[in-house]
């Protein structure tokens, strides 16, 4: 545990069981798209904005399954964790938790492409110039809200520019229920930094979350996360 989370057990300042008896899944990380046996594409993704949602869904009183790409942290204690590698093995893991699941979070930076066919030897260098060709990734966000009963879907947009235009779109191309957004081109936080800051997206509102380290954060979101999952079991 974080020397906050024993500080506040230890206090007696817990957080009220708002989401006793819900199961969310989450996924953290990114994804890797191997290439040949030694190589493969990916992104910065820390995987510790994920791993912040997942220890405060906990926190909340809900049961955590967290599916995470490749990553160097210590799994949350208390939740369940699912390691993958690829965004076609990340979607797997997912749709497997989709009939009990009552929360899902994409937090997640899936790769969208993967090579059309991994070489099987190492590729050697030769020419200037080497060619690859890309295939789609299948699209767990859009899949998962998608469902013939989807559960209430939290999406993420990292993004580098239009942050607010192109999260609207992405909420309303998906048919999420919100969408948390940040802005990656600033490398004080986002991608590998211990802190972040997000602009909160749903179909009535939105909210802006300032720059804080990402438990904090995390704790946050969930607490809107609570309140709009329960509106929307009441609509």
Request: net charge neutral; proline share 4%.
């Amino acid at each position: 545990l974080e020397p906050e989370e024993i500080a506040d057990f230890l206090f007696g300042v817990l957080p009220e069981q708002i989401l006793a008896g819900t199961k969310i899944t989450i996924t953290a990380g990114p994804t890797r798209e191997e290439i040949d046996p030694v190589r493969y594409i990916s992104n910065h993704s820390s995987g510790k904005m994920g791993y912040a949602l997942a220890t405060a869904a906990e926190e909340l009183g809900a049961k955590v399954t967290l599916i995470s790409g490749p990553v160097n942290i210590a799994p949350p204690a208390k939740v369940t964790v699912v390691c993958v590698s690829s965004a076609q093995q990340m979607h797997d893991a997912v749709m497997q938790t989709t009939d009990e699941c009552d929360i899902f979070i994409g937090c997640a930076a899936v790769a969208d492409y993967r090579v059309q066919q991994k070489i099987a030897q190492k590729i050697k260098k030769s020419d200037d110039k080497l060619t690859l060709t890309f295939v789609k990734n299948p699209d767990i966000l859009h899949d998962v809200a998608h469902l013939a009963k989807p559960p209430f879907t939290l999406g993420f947009a990292a993004e580098t520019q239009n942050l607010r235009e192109y999260a609207l779109g992405k909420m309303q191309r998906k048919k999420l229920n919100m969408i948390a957004a940040n802005d990656v081109s600033d490398s004080k936080i986002g991608f590998n930094s211990e802190k972040n800051a997000l602009t909160v997206f749903w179909s009535k509102g939105e909210k802006t979350l300032e720059v804080a380290d990402k438990l904090s954060l995390a704790k946050q979101l969930m607490q809107i996360v609570a309140q709009r999952y329960q509106e929307n079991i009441k609509d």
